[in-house]
């Protein structure tokens, strides 16, 4: 069992920046591979970005704002979002796959453990 928590959500002006982080449990969390969703109201819940066995993948709409890491001595994944926009706003969920794994997984079905999610609200 994996427990996910985020943390770092808040409310920022457009143009600003906010580090999301996510404190995992396990002791192989070098192996997971990780990845950052989000959910505005009213949509679907839509992939953000992902960590897989050092490669990195990212939705077209963050891409060169958002970059995602990790610190394998912590247990911890980051999201650094910058040059926000109001459209950016929605509650940002970890997700964990624990199973192996080959690249990085876009679809939400892929991740086998998420936190309870983070709220990140971007005022125009």
């Known amino acids: 069992q994996v427990q996910l928590v985020e943390s770092g959500g808040g409310l920022v002006q457009a143009g600003g920046s906010l580090r999301l982080s996510c404190a995992a449990s396990g002791r192989t969390f070098s192996r997971y591979a990780m990845g950052w969703f989000r959910q505005a109201p009213g949509k679907e819940r839509e992939f953000v970005a992902g960590w897989s066995e050092g490669n990195t993948d990212y939705a077209d709409s963050v891409k060169g704002r958002f970059t995602i890491s990790r610190d394998n001595a912590k247990n911890t994944v980051y999201l650094q979002m910058n040059s926000l926009k109001p459209e950016d706003t929605a509650v940002y969920y970890c997700?964990?796959?624990?199973?192996?794994?080959?690249?990085?997984?876009?679809?939400?079905?892929?991740?086998?453990?998420w936190g309870q999610g983070t709220q990140v609200t971007v005022s125009s």
């Open positions: 997700a964990a796959r624990t199973r192996p794994t080959i690249g990085v997984f876009t679809t939400g079905a892929a991740y086998d453990y």
